[in-house]
């Protein structure tokens, strides 16, 4: 009897620090799987401390969500009732990588909970093949190797048989590398397996800027399955997808050029306005060069360089840029207007155009020439003679025939205005009578994008990680603009900051210098439009359409 009284005495000992610790901290499970969450739960039951700040668990989890709740509870201790209240602060987590992890000490006030550490395993076999029965990732990439600043397409496909809820995996984010979204989302059938399933699918156009091994990480999903309510539960379920290894090739030393231009394809062409009579001295000419890629961005599309030449004046206007997105990845086009003026009679000799590019589809160097044309060009025509004075002094007459003919066609054209007139009031009369029934839906406003992160990078002179702080402020301010492209052709002054970001990007050494100044202010001014954050085709709750 006196060794249990012992025991029971140092057990006591043991936990007193425990019963009295104003804040302790406890998990409902201490090995989880690579897609399982845990339960954090943080007591506090000094009412004067402050709430706990869990920052520093996002070191090796994911919150996904966090709430409170106030308790109390009676406790009756020789006699004497204690009441005693306090607050359980739950914060539901998701590791981030396999492995022994830890939730470090979090402070409270003038308190400090004990670490706890986690043991993160893989998923069995077993597991995850029953799980893809349900869902199952498929991701592909259009090659295995690709050249430094040439395209490299991503499709990530989502497959499911059931009713799922969940967040589809975000864009790829690459050190020294350029993403761009070229399908936001498309939707379809298929049947594996003699098994329908519907599938979610993005694709990615990604530009790598620096030669090596280029590594594309699993995609993962967690999500739920079924549609929950009164008579039915919801399972939660997770897929993920294998990774990629791909080779970025450096600029071949066989390329001849000084400027690195890698395309799937590149073609110039011209178009050459001119009187139909024959040429002469100071007619104008206008010659429209036309310059294409594919496979490309429009930041790469080298600016044309003409020679001089005699006889002629020339006025290059600024070349028009513009980014096109297809189901073949980026397409880039530059068209630059020349006008022409001939200043001598002769032969008006317009050199060839050549365009040096490594065609990346048969691994060589080729070059896209816009032949010359040769005009002939006449003498000026001389002035016309003057009138004699006598010629001069005669009037010009018309016979009774024409001045009655005149008067007929005039007074036909004013009937034929005045009945359109009165066509037209009557139209406008009827649609503005016309009741109109506008519905609208209210829809909570999405939260505003910090620009606290951009604005750093570009006090910094980092001109790539301004580009990836950029791509999240498109995506989060403009969800239905799927590229810059298609938001620079929506809002024209993004042009010019951004074509110099990407300049500062591609020339490599030359963007130690770049300001972003300018950038900086056209998106803060687009951030502050009505029509920024505005989401024209969310998604819905559920990934699987109609159900």
């Known amino acids: 009897m006196r060794r249990g009284h012992a025991a029971l005495l140092i057990w006591l000992l043991s936990i007193s620090p425990l019963l009295h610790s104003a804040v302790t901290a406890t998990v409902d499970q201490n090995q989880i799987s690579e897609f399982d969450v845990l339960t954090l739960t943080i007591r506090v039951t000094d009412q004067g401390s402050t709430e706990p700040n869990f920052q520093a668990l996002e070191n090796d989890f994911r919150i996904i969500n966090q709430q409170s709740q106030q308790n109390s509870s009676i406790s009756l201790i020789n006699g004497r009732q204690t009441n005693r209240s306090y607050v359980d602060y739950q914060v539901t987590l998701r590791p981030k990588r396999q492995g022994n992890l830890l939730i470090p000490a979090l402070t409270v006030g003038t308190e400090r909970t004990s670490p706890i550490g986690i043991r993160v395993v893989a998923q069995s076999q077993a597991a995850r093949n029953q799980m893809q029965q349900i869902l199952f990732f498929e991701t592909l990439v259009d090659r295995d190797e690709v050249y430094v600043q040439a395209q490299l397409l991503y499709t990530v496909r989502l497959y499911y048989a059931d009713s799922i809820s969940g967040d589809f995996p975000a864009a790829p984010d690459l050190p020294n590398t350029m993403v761009e979204i070229i399908e936001n989302e498309r939707r379809f059938e298929t049947v594996v397996n003699n098994r329908r399933y519907y599938v979610l699918e993005k694709r990615y156009a990604i530009f790598p800027q620096q030669s090596g091994p280029l590594v594309l990480a699993p995609e993962t999903f967690v999500g739920t399955r079924g549609r929950g309510g009164l008579f039915s539960s919801r399972e939660r379920v997770n897929a993920v997808s294998s990774g990629h290894t791909l080779s970025v090739l450096p600029v071949p030393a066989s390329f001849q050029d000084k400027r690195w231009l890698p395309a799937q394809s590149l073609t110039i062409d011209a178009v050459l306005n001119r009187p139909d009579s024959p040429l002469v001295v100071g007619d104008p000419i206008n010659r429209v060069i036309t310059l294409k890629g594919a496979g490309v961005t429009a930041a790469l599309l080298p600016e044309l360089t003409f020679g001089d030449t005699n006889g002629a004046r020339f006025y290059i206007d600024q070349p028009v840029v513009e980014e096109l997105a297809s189901e073949q990845g980026l397409a880039a086009e530059s068209v630059v207007t020349i006008g022409i003026v001939p200043t001598q009679a002769g032969t008006l000799a317009l050199s060839d155009i050549n365009v040096y590019w490594w065609n990346t589809e048969e691994r060589r160097q080729e070059v896209a020439i816009l032949a010359g044309v040769n005009l002939a060009i006449g003498a000026a025509p001389q002035a016309a003679p003057a009138l004699g004075a006598?010629?001069?002094?005669?009037?010009?007459?018309?016979?009774?025939?024409?001045?009655?003919?005149?008067?007929?066609?005039?007074?036909?054209?004013?009937?034929?205005?005045?009945?359109?007139l009165v066509v037209w009031l009557l139209t406008l009369l009827a649609w503005l009578k016309k009741p109109t029934t506008v519905k609208t839906t209210k829809r909570p406003a999405p939260p505003q994008f910090e620009l606290g992160q951009l604005?750093?990078?570009?006090?910094?002179?980092?001109?790539?990680?301004?580009?990836?702080?950029?791509?999240?402020?498109?995506?989060?301010?403009?969800?239905?603009?799927?590229?810059?492209?298609?938001?620079?052709?929506?809002?024209?002054?993004?042009?010019?900051?951004?074509?110099?970001?990407?300049?500062?990007?591609?020339?490599?050494?030359?963007?130690?210098?770049?300001?972003?100044?300018?950038?900086?202010?056209?998106?803060?001014?687009?951030?502050?439009?009505?029509?920024?954050?505005?989401?024209?085709?969310?998604?819905?709750?559920?990934?699987?359409?109609?159900?």
């Open 390 to 420: 006598a010629s001069a002094r005669q009037p010009l007459s018309l016979d009774n025939t024409e001045i009655v003919l005149l008067r007929q066609q005039l007074q036909w054209a004013i009937w034929v205005a005045v009945v359109l």
């Open 455 to 547: 604005a750093h990078s570009i006090k910094l002179g980092d001109p790539q990680k301004t580009y990836s702080e950029l791509q999240r402020w498109r995506r989060q301010t403009f969800p239905s603009a799927t590229a810059m492209a298609s938001l620079i052709k929506d809002y024209p002054e993004l042009e010019t900051p951004y074509r110099t970001l990407e300049a500062a990007i591609y020339q490599a050494g030359e963007g130690s210098d770049w300001r972003g100044s300018d950038l900086l202010a056209v998106v803060t001014k687009l951030s502050a439009l009505p029509q920024a954050h505005a989401t024209t085709n969310p998604l819905p709750e559920r990934l699987n359409p109609g159900l």
